[in-house]
């Protein structure tokens, strides 16, 4: 019997991703453990490995396929002793993929029989929806033509008209093996000018939303381009969207003086042990200020327990360990992996870990539950020079506390000035689980741990 293969949810609130990449092909053999393919998410890529044993008899959905549904058909196999082709034609009848997307004539001829009330998530999905700056291009009888992205590239490039190319895909889909036959064989017609031009044309249409045409009429048109927002973009819009609409946030400021942190910094990376790697000795830790600050956050946490607390509607969920989110910057976009009971960890492993999770954050590496969750973060812009910020809660946490730079200023001890070292914490408190004199309170904890650094080695 054929074993159907289908989009993975890799994480709770996956709903889609892109299915970046084939790691076999029609007629291998896999095994369970196999790795099959890798799935982008919106800000990780991840492998998937085969469940079953067999051979793989058909590949639904192509490498480079953008937006594919959890649940959706992407693989056939074999099973033992199955005929392939067998397997090919009669798979993929029992999996919850997505419906082909009716007709035209046929969508007015149903019209009638929809109920009203209907929700939109029960309308039958396109199994391969077309990139959004990409309009669906339309035959000569003005029916929409299915076709992958990636072969909707690769006839424009190749100056083709999809509505004479025959698809070999899913409920006729064209492929990107379609567009490859056609372009060898010289089979596919060129597209007419017109036709050619018109998604170019609706390009900025389609990246447009509600209000944007006033912005765009503000500017010469060909002196800006339209960047398309990715996954990873429209997750940190979204969700911070509703953050800031939703969470009643308030702000806390703390000045700490740092010196003896920094004092204390440089007289532990001085003792380091050294370790033996292919490229030679090196320490076998190198702590930084930000190491400092997110373990003083989590013994904070730990000294002020209803603070470490995130907000549902019906409870407050009260954590039991300082689970930190450390905001990483990566390329056109922002992640924040988690470094998991921080309170219990010595400097030098938060060190080594956040070190590990930045560099796989910027490789696209993570899994989910190394950056979803957590019950407070750390963002931190003073190795920019800046001084105080204020940062945006990330639900489900509570609370987030922003570093400036460490600026020597003039500051009075026992009645007389001096010079201190001196950083700016800003917190944002959720006002529904963390009231001001609690957010007051875990500042002050926050900042004793700072300047009084050595009680965090023990």
Known sequence: MPINITMPALSPTMEEGNLAKWLVKEGDTVAPGDVIAEIETDKATMEVEA????TVAKIVVPAGTEAVKVNALIAILAGEGEDVKEAAASGGASADAPKPAAAPAEAKAEAPKAEPAKPQAEQPVVDTPPAPSTPAPKAASGERIFASPLARRLAKDAGLDLSAVSGSGPHGRVVKADIEKAVSSGTGKAAPAAAAAAPQAAAPAMAKGAGDDAVLRLFEEGSYELLPHDGMRKTIASRLLESHQTVPAYFVSMDCEIDALLKLRAEINKSAPMRKTDKGDVPAFKLSVNDFVIKAMALALRDVPAANASWTS????????????VAVSIPD???????????????????NEMKDLARRARDKKLKPDEY????????????FGVANFTSIINPPHASIV?????VEKPVVK????????VMTATFAFDHRVID??????????????VENPMGMLV
């Not at 954590?319 to 930190?324: A, I, P």
């Not at 979803?372 to 190795?383: D, E, K, P």
């Open 51 to 54: 469940v079953d044993e067999g």
């Open 414 to 421: 026992n009645g007389e000035i001096a010079i201190a070292t």
């Open 314 to 325: 019906t409870a407050r969920l009260m954590h039991k360990h300082s689970d930190v989110g």
């Open 402 to 406: 922003s570093i400036g730079a460490g």
């Open 372 to 383: 979803q969750g957590g019950t407070t973060a750390v963002s931190n812009l003073g190795m």
């Open 333 to 351: 976009g922002l992640i924040t992996p988690i470094i998991k009971k921080a309170e219990q960890k010595t400097l030098s492993i938060i060190s």
């Open 436 to 449: 001001g004199a609690l957010g007051a309170e875990l500042a002050a904890a926050f900042k004793r741990h």
